[in-house]
């Protein structure tokens, strides 16, 4: 169904609902009229599952239609889910409301709007439209029509309130009731304190006088009491004052601070004012000194064109006085090659003949010749030796990367020792340091010394040793293993050996000590098992599967496997494959092997000592842990010693080298004298030649500078030329310059200016500066002595409330309790910002710690003078007239509340009757005119037994139907049951119009009534909800009389349902009416 909107003339009605699944349908929408919807079908097509679908769609419950408790029994059978959408019209937009129903869970989904929601928002969503489907005056399904003659008149006024009354009628109603209730409980309650309070009154009138001499005395103590508490109320009004005092002071130094700041302000503006007046003088100098370089740039390189012309004069001026210097220089050279030649021919005819030289100098060359022989062979015998060491070098590198490998792995073996064992690991560093202590070779713990061929194999192996053994340490004497365990026993913390228990057995030794330190030791057999060949051999196996005995899976030094193979015999235990465990029991009746493996699995095979039957037991291998790292120490040894032979072959080698490079050297030496002397000869014998050659050599040159000549004349002339052009050039650049000059000294000079304008500006703002230091200054000392004064208000500050916590625990007040009101004289102001109040009296006592005391002292005494009083008497006395107080008090209060309710009561009295009678008026006007208009008698009243008895207030219907009888009140027994249906008809009729829900619903009401009933209730329905400005109304029936008046404001749905029916997506009602036109207009033509 379809949603709805309130406006101001409740235009509230429902557009259209589709049911999916709710019981007799499918799937089926209906979208009903506005005003009068007359819903006609035959019995059991499903005329009231469409107020079902009303009632569940709008959040009704399922009792409310009289057929089932669960919403699931409302679910078409056979089907799982249901579904009811209703759309309501609203003027401001329509409101579609969606209930999916589960039959299994018997739980419903909600949506408002395709928008998922839950079932209290559809109810106030609901309540807000005055849609009541639980009130029988506006939704009367076809199982509550006989209810309706059977609600009292009570429950027909509360109903009729609900359906057409204003909103606030009912609230009124309810709140009557309730006053009158509450009116009632009060009087009985006043009634019963009232004679109570005269009892109370009369008994304590007997003990007033010994009351007023205990209160004598009270007073005295209580006098006491308040003086007690007076004085931590005038210890913590002395530090209070003095807080003021502090305060006051604080603020006045505060003020100060804030006016010290005050005055910082325009000092800081000004400085702001002439840092942007400094910093427009900088860019203006900035902008002078750009000028200035600008024009120094010109000056520079119009200097640097004279400098360069200057440099041409002085390049020509030099290239003359070169040419003179040249020309100087060839004459001088020439007079010296004479001389030299001259020289050099007086040598040449002193020197002597040197033909005698060149044996000698054959015989050197002999000499040399061999030397350098012996030379090469020697650096030969030195390379070859490098290479050999270089060898050497690489072969040592080589085999300790090897040995650095074999320890890494044996860390590797090592870390999982030390992890699972770490006693064991303990014992192991210990030995490899004190192997001199044992007079035979110590084995370290065996799975260590174990090294698997394969590692694939290491699960046989660990499976089949025991960890036990696995981590004993391996001897091959008694008396090398007895002083092993004795030193392990005292590796632990310096224990005395004395204190462990030794325990020898026959797979090992445990030591314990008090930290239960355990060291495993065994001895190998003095007669080697290592090499015992096994029973059967392994060819006649391998037809099996059986591919090793486990001995061969691995290598360890031939002690320990001498000890595994005695003790485990592992030379006699096969290594099989999956085929083995394929043909397992072949191979247990054939090999009567008593051990055995195969892939995954090991196998121990015995025969019964009584039935000699042969049994086996199998169990799957464990994953292998400690020997999968393959150490081979054999060939660790072996490359140590290899490495020590590397090491004595470079020992030897280095000492050849030296021989050799000592050889040499000495023949290096030899060589260098030989060449010596061979060359001193040689000089010798080429010395004439040279001479003569020399001689030549310059005669030459002579001639060659006697034919360079210079003419020195033109080139000066030709020189002096040139720099007097050039000079004139320079005289123009000058000229130039000079200009640039006076520009350039112009701009220095205002620049001057501007850096004279700043220095002045720059010194104005150092000033205030130093005037804004000094303020600054001034403010620090000014703010430290308000952190001082602030800290010592704070200190009092904790001092007063501590001191008003005492006085507050000395009056029994809490932290926020205030004091009760007698004994409030004054309400002093507390430093916290908070208010308390000290106890009664505490102005009129003493102000001063000794006056205090003073009067204790004598209140004291004054107090131990009165005796004899009972205390019981005086707080049976006290608690009595407190009870006679709070009953007073009880009682005034009663007796206020009870006329304010009386009050209540008759105003929302006069608000709710007053409208209710004009409202019953009305019903009655209507409801007497129906039953008129059926010459029958009918009215309406409303029913008071007593006026003040809300509860009890009811609408009465009364009729009669024939004339010779009077006026009856509507029941269940004394109308017949169409009589019942025309009065419910009728009423539910009167209340049409003044109705304010947007819809009615009324289903198959008109059954039982006669036909002329039935024709004039069905008139009176038809004018009455086809009103403008009526509500929406649903009338169901599953039959009609004929020539009913028709509206053309009635809406008429015709229910068909039956086997034999359309499909509903196939139903098209336009297509059915277009065709009908058809065959209407074709009637004619025919």
Known sequence: MDGCDVTPDLHVYQHDWVIDGVLTYDICEVCPGPHLNMIIGANGTGKSSIVCAICLGLAGKPAFMGRADKVGFFVKRGCSKGMVEIELFRSSGNLVITREIDVAKNQSFWFINKKSTTQKVVEEQVAALNIQVGNLCQFLPQDKVGEFAKLSK????????????????????????????????????????????????????????????????????????????????????????????????????????????????????????????????????????????????????????????????????????????????RQRRISNTRKMIEDLQNELRTTENCVNLQPQIDDITNDLRRVQDEKESCESEIIDKLKERETLEKEKKSVNDQIVQFDNLMNQKEDKLRQRYRDTYDAVLWLRNNKDKFKQRVYEPIMLMINMKDNKNAKYVENHIPPNDLRAFVFESQEDMEVFLKEAISLKQGQDPKSAQVGLYLSGTQVRDNKKLRVNAVIAPRSSYADRAPSRSLNELKQYGFFSYLR???????????????????????????????????????????????????????????????????????????????????????????????????????????????????????????????????????????????????????????????????????????????????????????NLIKICTSLHIQKVDLILQNTTVTSEKNKLESDYMAASSQLRVKEQHFIELDENRQRLLQKCKELMRRARQVCNLGAEQTVPQEYQTQVPNIPNGHNSSPPMAFQDLPNTLDEIDALLTEERSRASCFTGLNPTVVEEYTKREEEIEQLTEELKIKKVELDKYRESISQVKERWLNPLKELVEKINEKFSNFFSSMQCAGEVDLHIENEEDYDKYGIRIRVKFRSSTQLHELTPHHQSGGERSVSTMLYLMALQELNRCPFRVVDEINQGMDPINERRVFEMVVNTACKENTSQYFFITPKLLQNLPYSEKMTVLFVYNGPHMLEPNRWNLKAFQRRRRRITFTQPSQ
Not at 186 to 200: A, D, G, R
Not at 285 to 307: L, R, W
Not at 567 to 596: D, S
Request: proline share 2%; with cysteine; glycine share 2%.
């Open 154 to 329: 009570i429950e027909l006024l509360e109903a009729t309130e609900k359906s057409i009354g204003p909103p606030e009628m009912h609230r009124y109603h309810c709140e009557l009731k309730n006053f009158r209730e509450k009116e009632k409980q009060l009087e009985t309650s006043c009634k019963e304190k009232t004679e109570y309070l005269e009892k109370m009154v009369q008994r304590n009138e007997r003990y007033k006088q010994d009351v007023e001499r205990f209160y004598e005395r009270k007073r005295h103590l209580d006098l006491i009491e308040m003086l007690e508490a007076k004085r931590p109320w005038v210890e913590y009004e002395n530090v209070r004052q003095e807080y003021e005092e502090v305060k006051l002071a604080r603020d006045r130094v505060k003020d100060e601070v804030r006016k010290l700041k005050d005055g910082q302000i325009p000092i800081t503006r000004r400085i702001e004012e002439i840092e942007m007046q400094r910093h427009n003088l900088e860019a203006q100098i900035k902008a002078k000194a750009t000028d200035i370089k600008e024009t120094s740039q010109k000056c520079k390189q119009k200097q640097d064109v004279i400098e360069r012309k200057d440099k041409h004069i002085e390049e020509l001026q030099q290239a003359l006085t070169v040419k003179q210097n040249a020309e100087l220089d």
């Open 552 to 738: 061969e899976l691995f290598d360890a030094p031939a002690p320990v496997m001498s000890y595994l193979c005695s003790q485990y015999h592992i030379h006699e235990v096969p290594v099989g494959t999956e085929r083995t465990r394929e043909r397992i029991e072949r191979v247990i009746q054939e090999t009567r092997l008593k051990q055995m493996y195969t892939a995954e699995e090991k196998y121990v095979v015995k025969t019964s000592f009584y039935s000699n039957k042969v049994i086996s037991s199998n169990t799957s291998l464990k994953v292998a842990q400690f020997l999968t790292v393959t150490v081979d120490l054999e060939q660790r040894r072996h490359l140590e010693e290899h490495l020590k032979e590397i090491n004595r072959k470079l020992q030897a080698v280095e000492s050849g080298l030296i021989a050799l490079r000592e050889k040499n050297k000495h023949l290096e030496h030899k060589d260098n004298e030989l060449r010596q002397r061979k060359k001193e000869l040689l000089e010798r014998k080429n010395k004439k030649r040279q001479l003569e050659q020399k001689i030549s050599s310059k005669l030459g040159s002579l001639k060659v500078m006697e034919q360079d000549t210079c003419n020195l004349e033109e080139e000066e002339r030709k020189a002096n030329t040139k720099i007097k052009e050039i000079n004139v050039q320079k005289a123009k650049l000058v000229t130039e310059l000079t």
